[in-house]
């Protein structure tokens, strides 16, 4: 190198003949930043016109499949008029709270199992088939038995979401513990803890990145639970709403409902992401394409 | 399995100077595992050997000879198949105080900060949270790792992790140290430096110090005795004292000299013939 590419710092610098990496990495980077924009518009643009228009063709018929106006025109009903059972607010709240307190109970109760049975053999192997029996029932079903047994209100629904949310806490939870490693125990162990020590210390931090990955995946369970409780019986919710939609044939309500529920379950996962990010900052950067998706 | 009843009462309580709690005797030790066949494995049969107190102890041996075991029963982690482990002139029953282990793998938690993970040992005592920080600040300063406090594990090298574990392991002032091939999976030139700076914190501390190893130069290196354990069942064939001065110094220089040269011959002509022994016992069972 000659002297001239030395800058007054004594640092090498790029002679102007050349392009500098930064620049065009760049460059690079926006190019492709513009075009997966395109790309994702125009995924929106082919399945929404498509179906607008095979529906105003006449090809596909709107009265059972809805259409994309048709949803716009009755999300702009639901929020100006309301719906038949109070304002959409009021419905929204109430399935809210029914997906968020069945999912705080599933979580905590599935916490608490799941590390009791992962740090105990005994207990893991007494409750093991029952565990395993109580999986493999379709759980959806118990919803009526819940609707028949408690009635109209909030908590047979909290309980439904509660019951989903369980089972995918409970197992991630328990695997957790199990997959702890054996060292950090013996090395703790060997530097005096007791029990209560090393749960605290190395068994339930270590499961905490199993059971934080699980909380996605439940979260999506509690909505379910919620709106399949609503339908089986509800005097509010938006599964009522769906429900009445349904029996009325109105489609687009429908759907106007299901856009609802999925922007309230992107906030949700959201915050859940930065539970996440919070809880588990001292792990290195995840190298996972499916998380980014 | 039986335990025979042996006197738990090491010849030395009788001296019972002060150092003497530092002062390992394993005597007849003896370990057998069922596996999960179902047949009984001997890992190690009828182990012997003394570390006086203060005493830097290599043991080194072929690959699964018992060496790791032996380390086991020493701490307290598991239970001797027969024959038994005092330290000082108390027979190990279970996890014996003033202990401290470091493996090969980091075993350092890779949720806490380099500062959380030092902390530990003191927290386990009951230390009182500030008090612990203190120390353990004073801790990564002398291991060279001041400012690096609030990193965690996976953003340091692997020097700088052994590092962590080293004042993990020693914050505590254990009378006793255990090291499972500590450096093993370090590349050479950190492996230097960081047995330089372990002889520097063991001359200041002076734990007794069983040292697992396959490196027979770490092993000259480091100790003042050298402990040869023969292929599976692993037991104790040859014992050496390392007569190298104190302060070792460099670690690198002392390689070169005479004396070393000549006792890590020694050792190595006793050792091979176990190392040749092991090999053919696993091709013998690969083919």
Redesign the interface.
Known sequence: MSAANVNVNGYYVIPPDEVDPAVSARRAKSRRTRWIWIGRAAVVIVVFGGWQWFTAVGWVDKFFFGQPTGIVDSLVHLFTVGTAFGTIWENLWVTVQEAFLGFLLGTVTGVVFGILLGSNRYLASVFSPYIKILNSIPRIVLGSIFFVAFGFGIFPKILLAAVLVFFVVFFNAFQGVREV?Q??I????????SPL?VAR??TI??A?SWIIASLHTAFGFAIIGALVAEILGATRGIGLIISHAQGSFDPDTVFACMVIVAVFTLVAEYLITLLEHTL?????PSRSEAQAI | MSIPTRPPVAPSAQRGSADDAARIDIVGLTKRYLTPKGETFTAIRDVSLTVEPGQFCAIVGPTGCGKSTTLAQVSGLEHPSAGYVSVGSQRVEGITSGVSYMFQADSLFPWKTVLGNVMMGPILLGTPKTQATKLALDWLRRVGLSGFEDRYPHQLSGGMRKRVSMAAALINRPRILLMDEPFGALDVQTKAIMQGELLQLWEELRPSVLFITHDLDEAVTLSDRVVIMTSSPGTVKDIFDIDLPRPRGDVQAIRHEERFLELQGQIWDSLKEEVTRAYAQTAGAAA
């Open positions: 490693d060292n950090l013996a090395n703790v162990r060997v530097l005096g803890a020590q210390h190395v931090p270590s905490m588990l900052k001292w792990r290195p």
